[in-house]
């Protein structure tokens, strides 16, 4: 709470420019997610098999991920896009990209060759180098979105008094 | 305040996960049930449309199973060069390639149309074997499944593999 008192004339320049940023980087996170959950939704046993090439869960669990998991995506991609409950769903997207690169990365060090399954199953293979970068991209961009919410929060808490 | 806003953030996605969880699973409710059972899945027939069956997808430890009793025949769809390089063992090679040019009557004749049949590749991300095992059962054969492991599950796993021969 240390800048709450503090003046907010200084900032304004930064926050002109980082509101429609975060804004626009908000939506396009969660338009990509949607499109993840879609692909996926339609064809879930072969989403059940890109979960189960990584070899880390049960038999069943593999079948559990691949049918939630895309609901999740869904869920916070929409709300994102529609900017309500943003910090939740923004939380929830870093906390699976964190998963995701986890697993890619115990792909690599078990020298798996398989599809990362982030998008759409089958077809050309995603080396899961560029998969864990491209992850990298979308943590770094829901840390982002967080940033400006908790700006925005910040703001708001500050100039209620006056 | 912070403690508060804490909770009700976490309440919040307590809830995103809940809702997603209860939607994604009511969605897939029969795959998933048939997945409970250890059955292979269904849902890949229940989504094609009528007249187009597809090979029913089978785990590591039923291929196992009925590798060991020798109760099914396993056909590999991968290329003659791959077969030869390591299958699994007892499998027979049919390449999709040669099935797709002359479908699967050579082997017609030597496999009995109610026999079980194990089509497998090179795992998840490879298609082959259903290809193959749709290709098998236009031909006729009633009891087709896809080991959608394939070949890499199979020797990971340390099961019995064979090289050379085709």
Same mark, same amino acid.
């Given at each position: 709470m240390a800048g709450c008192g503090a003046p907010h004339s200084d900032g304004w320049g930064m926050n002109k420019v980082r509101g429609p940023l975060s804004a626009a980087v908000r939506v396009i996170l969660g338009a990509i997610f949607i499109y993840a959950a879609l692909v996926k939704i339609a064809d879930p046993v072969a989403f059940a098999g890109s979960v189960a090439?990584? @070899?880390?869960?049960?038999y069943f669990g593999n079948y559990l991920v691949a049918a939630v998991l895309p609901f999740l995506e869904l869920s916070c991609g929409l709300l994102l896009v529609c900017g309500y409950r943003v910090r939740g769903g923004a939380l929830i997207i870093a906390g699976m990209n964190l998963v995701f690169m986890a697993a890619l990365a115990s792909a690599i060090v078990r020298g798996l060759e398989i599809?990362?399954?982030?998008?759409? @199953?089958?077809?050309p293979k995603t080396s899961p180098w560029i998969a864990l970068a491209r992850d990298t991209v979308f943590l770094a961009m829901a840390l982002f979105v967080l940033r400006g919410e908790a700006k925005k929060d910040r703001l708001a808490t500050t100039k209620k008094p006056s | 305040m912070w403690r508060k806003n804490w909770l009700g953030i976490i309440a919040e996605i307590c809830l995103i996960v809940f809702i997603s969880a209860a939607a994604g699973i009511a969605w897939n409710r029969t795959l998933l049930a048939g997945a409970w059972r250890g059955e292979p899945t269904s849902q890949a027939q229940a989504a094609a449309p009528k007249g187009e069956e597809l090979p029913m997808p089978i785990g590591l430890q039923q291929v196992k199973e009925l590798h060991d009793s020798k109760q099914a025949l396993l056909v590999d769809a991968r290329s003659a060069a791959h077969f030869a390089r390591g299958h699994i063992s007892g499998a027979t090679s049919l390449p999709l390639e040669e099935a797709r040019k002359q479908p699967a009557l050579p082997f017609k004749v030597k496999v009995p149309a109610d026999a079980t049949i194990i089509v497998y590749c090179n795992?998840?991300?490879?298609?082959d074997s259903m290809e193959l095992g749709k290709l098998l059962m236009q031909a006729g054969f009633e009891t087709v499944y896809s080991f959608e492991g394939g070949f890499p599950e199979w020797r990971d796993a340390g099961h019995p593999i064979a090289t050379g021969g085709v």
């Open positions: 090439a990584y @070899q880390i869960l049960p599809d990362c399954g982030c998008f759409k @199953q089958g077809g | 795992g998840f991300s490879c298609h």
